[in-house]
């Protein structure tokens, strides 16, 4: 019986995008390491990642990695196709929907730190509205809103200044590319 070999064809773009969702999954794990005050309040480090893959090689990249460590978070955390894997695929979808706008800003007046905090607003967005339409559909979670927006502008705050500033040094050492 004769045996065939598949051969993937695989780009340096792949490769980069594969080692940006490792990074940002492993993000992923130190986070869930991190005891939360609040169930839900988390510091969403992975997006570090994120926002620099966007500034640097465009949304689709960005998209590829995000997705990426939602769904292999998901499964290393035992969580795929769980309440959790859909709050957190509905919050990168949405925080990845507003960051395509985003990047067609004035870069003048936005950068990282404003991308990271709309990405942030559009995640607690998306996760509320999967918690209201389907696990708590009562108006009495609109009382958690000021707390989750609170969280995420400070978390949203502080991932962008460490994404400028990790891009800061970066830029100095090699020159921006961007793939779309």
Known sequence: MPTSTIKLNTTAEDHHIARMAAVALGLTVLENAIPSPLPGVKPGLANIA???????????????????????????FGSFLAPGFFLSLSGAVLSLLVLAFAQHLPARWFGPVSHSIYAAFAHIAGQMLVVYLWLIPHAGIAYLIPVFAIAALVFGTVNGLIAARFMDKNNRLSPQIHAD
Do not use: K
């Open 50 to 76: 994120t926002l620099i893959v966007l500034a640097r090689y465009g949304w689709r990249a960005a998209a590829w990695v995000s997705l990426l460590r939602v769904v292999a978070g998901s499964l290393l």
